[in-house]
């Protein structure tokens, strides 16, 4: 891990600075001056000793963390961000099925008036078509009279012939 090694080199510079510092300055101004900068450094170095435990414990990965949560953020925000054009075109979808729905009903309405009317002029076609059929019935029963009439007409003529020239005497 670069950042650990990074941190761990830092500490061992600081601690190399308190030692040399140390050795350098032996006055007693700077002496105290020195040991408040070993201080600091020793202080410094145990910062950077726990932020190295920090970053060495996969349990408390704190900066990993944040920059996935980070991440995460960042795709919720895009996801958020589609999902809201996905609805404004699903909304403009459901408008245009809502219009076409009215439409289909109204066309339906007009539909179902139109088989009603239909229906009539076929009940009454129907009906006409019972009455040409009873009438056709009726005509060959007329016909079957009409030719049993003329067969008696004949039969009548033929007696009627008979019967002149029975009556005809012959003076």
């Known amino acids: ?10 500490i061992e510079q600081l601690n190399t600075f308190a030692v040399e510092w140390k050795k350098r300055f032996k006055e ?4 105290e001056q020195g040991d408040l900068l070993v201080r600091r450094a020793a202080n410094l170095a ?34 958020y961000k589609r999902l809201e054009e996905e609805y404004v075109l699903l909304q403009k979808k459901y408008q245009n099925l809502e219009c076409r729905l009215v439409g289909s009903l109204e ?19 129907e009906s006409f078509k019972k009455a040409c059929i009873e009438m056709e019935r009726r005509c ?17 003529k033929r007696e009627n012939r008979e019967l002149r020239e029975k009556l005809k005497v012959p003076f």
Not at 1 to 8: D, H, K, Q
Not at 28 to 31: I, Q, R, S
Request: one cysteine or more.
């Open 140 to 156: 060959k029963q007329l016909e079957e009279i009409n030719k049993n009439l003329r067969k008696e007409k004949e039969v009548l």
């Open 107 to 125: 066309l339906a309405r007009k539909l179902k008036e139109k088989n009603k009317r239909l229906m009539t002029q076929l009940r009454s076609r």
């Open 46 to 79: 145990e910062k950077l000793q726990t932020w190295i435990e920090l970053a060495s414990d996969p349990n408390v990965d704190i900066v990993r963390q944040l920059v996935c949560l980070k991440d995460e953020h960042a795709d919720l925000k895009s996801q």
């Open 1 to 10: 891990m670069g950042f650990v090694s990074y941190l761990e080199d830092l």
């Open 28 to 31: 007693d101004d700077l002496l």
